[in-house]
């Protein structure tokens, strides 16, 4: 993208961009060395030690993996809907979604409670899974629908010439054709889901249905938190997610980047 | 064209049906929810203690390896009754019980501490206990307890929502001697000697005293009220009632002591980078100050091992422990009034009157409060000041770091906290509470430029005052 | 086929397509009965949240302390304490600056970055990792690095010492002059990333033989960044723009970490404003609604103004082509 046909400006460019990432580093240099104050890595010792620690971390795949899953179809459907086929008042319909972005999760806290009692999903997974998704899918939504709106409509009528029908149409030509967006949208529900931490504390209160996040908080004191410590637990935290955006991280470009413009 | 029409009529079909069912769902919740006071001001006190049964318990406090230590030695007597114990911290506490509660999935026992009206917010959740102490305790079961710690967990209605499981003191500080030793300084006893104190201690690269006065935790209070104490003993609880100002002249008094406190570098320059906890903890656990003001939860940071590992915990790497002593809080005012401590009961114990397992809850509670052995556990931790009366630690079974030079010191701070005749958060609104962090940063921040007197006048007008326990 | 034409033609007149909101280019391909496509979701999001919405609504008309307390009626008095409030403005205030700052970083910075990545520079990957990790680390777990770092004996200052600015150190956190900087400047930590992923790609998807006409034409590197590059990335900026004005809004862990609002209410956010008020022990959960209810309206509220703003830019207001190719310029 820029000229750097001379050695000097190329030298010039790598420095400047050297420098420009350091400031990136600071903070997750100083988080790595501070949980290794104290006992050094009996830090990281005493969060594996964690009873449980194990089971944190399936119940944090399970609440992802739900999400996700949810997500996935509302989202394909969704989008699928607003970008291509017609419906009545849809500019309404997407709006109306859109605002449901808007609200804070500390005041969706009471009046969740109350409907996941009286939908008997209070002690069941589904009590953060269904809110963690419902919080999602508007933006994900957003970002899809751009990129449908990039595939051509002519691949659409072409396929009911040949025959095909809207459901044919979209699970065997949309579908496949949007899977860069697809492992983008994993990869942000993944994040958002394995790093809630207020939702699974409120709604997943018995001891074998905790998450990742509560992890930290076997280190809080009431008065004297063990901060090394609970910074062990939040690297450990960190990495499953960190691991996930390197191993994906080509397609995730590809599939934001297509839906975020036209 | 059919398919206009019948895409129309899905539309408004279901468009309609996702009105009505968020109204169904608001309504249904609004019913749940509201703020109908139910019946649950019964004057039974439900079945009798039970011997068997499963309890669960919520709290702020205390920490999970303590609370499992205080059931461990529950079920050495009680086998049969199965306890397990939730932590929050302070405010996810608040989230998730008032939803819990009402919703019937709430715990069987929850902490209750008498500060920011939490008797009246709580209290409709939970069983009067009055009926069931005085079944154990006998007829003179309220003079058992500290000094009103019962009243203090009490409604306004005069039900007896919590019963007390441990008091709190504070209003004193807490020296490193170890500091003192090499520098040469005398522990303060008014504000000139603790200019020359901090002379010396700074000299040998330590500082004086740290304090963390920022974000939004009601720690600074404790400060104000320790130096309201010394300007005129009766002024803070009068103003916090409203039967005085905040801006009188005892107020900016204080507020002019802050002031001097920070100019004359008592006070840190870093004082407002975060709260008391994590800064000035980790400034003294670390051995890096002096100085520092806590309250009586720190006496347990004099144990061998508990003082190393929150030296880890602040991170220090193979920590030695140095040798804490309580010491009063310097006559700042110099009016000769010294600086009163003030204390109150820490918190208690709720059964939550819609519990199913009301029989071990209250076996449970009357281990903890009001028997001696949960007592004496109690006492043993040095964290709390036992509630009921007459329970002294058991000194056989702690190690101190410095046991010749600790024990004494902290038995004196035991009789001298028990002897407190100040509340220090029941009679305060959370309101004021804020707004006395508020006017202390105005103070502590070197660009607000408001003067005193503007900022013991704003304080006066934020401030709500208390109407608990005025007659 | 022709058949397909006229019907699909008449119902271009679909009213739907001209008022607000993305307008269908030639509706012609446009099938009906998409309706239950769009419900899961819509259910989904819209029924659980909703639900909330409205009864935070409700809720906003009454003084309430939680739990079993009475609700006592007061009409619109919440809204009315909370347009006296200075500490709302505050927030307000801290909310804009948050989002004008943070968005215009995110664009340059994302920019910036991005078009610098494409070009020849070595361990490219190694940098896209490090602008990317702090996007995906949750806010909570990494507040104590960030204080650490601008606190008075922190980072920062040692740095400023280090290069002999050392007049400029100052308690960071502390001040209420500087608490939103900081808040400002952890956010745009995360951001920048975000922004960047976003703009490396759509840079991608740029056509080089415009780029390839450009550079021939004369252009420099300033040049081209002007006049191609961003116009072609016109939609992601204002989809972010979007985005940065809701986060902005909601705005809670960052600020509540770090500063819990202060000093003094300096940096006060309306998240953390709605978060004091619902769990603080002397809260009124009715104040707590109506500023949600005030956040809704101003969400839905600009990010219309938004919509059509970006569609008035358009050139009839309709988008030309759908296939992947760069605007004309």
Known sequence: MFETRTRWSQLTLQVIVTIAVIPFLIPLVTMVSRSLEGRGWGNYLAVVEVPGFLTFFRNSAIVAGGSITIVYLATMAGAFGFSKLRIRRKELFFWMMMAALTLPEVVLIAPLYATAVRLGMMGTFWSVILPIAALQVPFTILLTRGYMDSIPDTLFEAARLDGANTWRFFWSILVPLARPMATAILILVLINAWNSYLLPKVFLISDDMGVVTLLPEFFRRQYNDDTPKILAAAVVTAIPTVVAYIALQKQFERGLAAGAIK | MTHLGMGALRTRKAAALAAVAAASLALAACSGGGGSTDETTSATTGPSAAESGEVSWWGWTPDTPVAERYIAEFNKEYPDIKVTYRNFENVDFRNALAPALDSGEGPDVFDLSPAGGSPDTWGPYALDLAPFAEEVLGADWESK?????????????????????????????????????????????????WVAACDKITAIGKKCFTMGAGGEDTFPTEMFHSVANSVDPAFFLKAAVGDARWDDPE??????????????????????????????????????????????????????????????????????????LPAEFPDVAGNGNGSEYFGEVDYGLAINADSANIGPAKTFIQWMTMSEAGQQNVANALDLLPSLGGVAPNWDNITLVDQEVQQPAIEQLIDDSNATTQSRQWQTSEDTLDAIVLAIQQVFDPTINMSIEDIAAQLQESSVPSTVGVE | ???????????????????????????????????????????????????????????????????????????????????????????????????????????????????????????????????????????????????????????????????????????????????????????????????????????????????????????????????????????????????????????????????????????????????????????????AAALSIILLVLAVGVSIAIQMRSREKSPTGARKRKAKVANDV
């Not at chain 2, 320059?269 to 709260?275: H, R």
């Not at chain 3, 970055?113 to 990957?125: C, D, G, M, W």
């Open chain 2, 145 to 193: 307890f500290g000094a009103n710690y019962v009243r203090q967990l009490s409604d306004s209605e005069g039900r007896v929502v919590s019963l007390a499981l441990g008091g709190m003191a504070a209003g004193f500080v807490w020296i490193n001697q170890d500091i003192f030793d090499e520098a040469g300084a005398e522990v303060p006893t008014d504000y000139d000697s």
């Open chain 3, 1 to 287: 086929m022709a058949i397909l034409a006229r019907s699909a033609g008449s119902l271009n007149s679909n009213p739907g397509a001209k008022r607000g909101g993305w307008p269908r280019p030639g509706a012609a391909h446009l099938v009906p009965g998409g309706l239950k496509w769009i419900l899961p979701g819509f259910i989904l999001s819209v029924g659980l949240i909703y639900y909330s919405i409205i009864y935070s609504g409700y809720l906003s008309f009454f003084d309430w302390p939680g739990g079993r307390q009475e609700m006592t009626a007061v009409g619109s008095a919440n809204y009315l304490e909370a347009f006296a409030d200075p500490v709302f403005w505050t927030a307000i205030r801290n909310v804009l600056v948050y989002f004008v700052v943070i968005f215009t970083v995110q664009v340059v910075g994302g920019i910036a970055f991005a078009a610098a990545l494409h070009s020849k520079v070595y361990l490219a990957n190694i940098y896209k990792i490090i602008i990317v990790v702090p996007v995906v680390v949750a806010p909570a777990t990494m507040a104590p690095a960030h204080i650490e770092v601008w606190q008075t004996n922190g980072t920062f200052n040692t740095i400023l010492r280090a290069i002999g600015l050392g007049a400029w150190t100052q308690g960071w956190i502390g001040q209420s002059t500087t608490s939103l900087l900081v808040i400002i400047m952890a956010g745009c930590w995360g951001a920048i990333g975000f922004g960047f992923i976003l703009y490396f790609a759509a840079i991608g998807q740029i056509d080089p033989e415009i780029i390839e006409a450009a550079r021939i034409d004369g252009a420099g590197n300033v040049r081209l960044l002007a006049s191609i590059v961003l116009p072609g990335v016109r939609s992601v900026t204002f989809s972010l723009g979007i985005l940065n004005f809701m986060t902005a809004l909601k705005l809670f862990d960052g600020p509540w970490l770090l500063t819990q609002g202060g000093p003094a209410h300096s940096s006060e956010f309306l998240g953390t404003m709605i978060y004091a008020e619902t769990a603080g022990s002397s809260r009124n959960l009715g104040y």
């Open chain 2, 251 to 324: 107020g900016i008094a204080t507020l002019e002591i802050f002031k001097m406190l920070k100019d004359d570098g008592i006070i840190a320059d870093n004082v407002l980078d975060a709260g008391q906890y994590p800064l000035a903890n980790e400034e003294f656990m670390k051995g890096e100050a002096a100085m520092v003001q806590m309250g009586f939860w720190y006496t347990q940071y004099s144990g061998a091992e508990s003082c190393l590992s929150a030296m880890e915990s602040a991170g220090v790497s193979n920590p030695e422990c140095f040798v804490q």
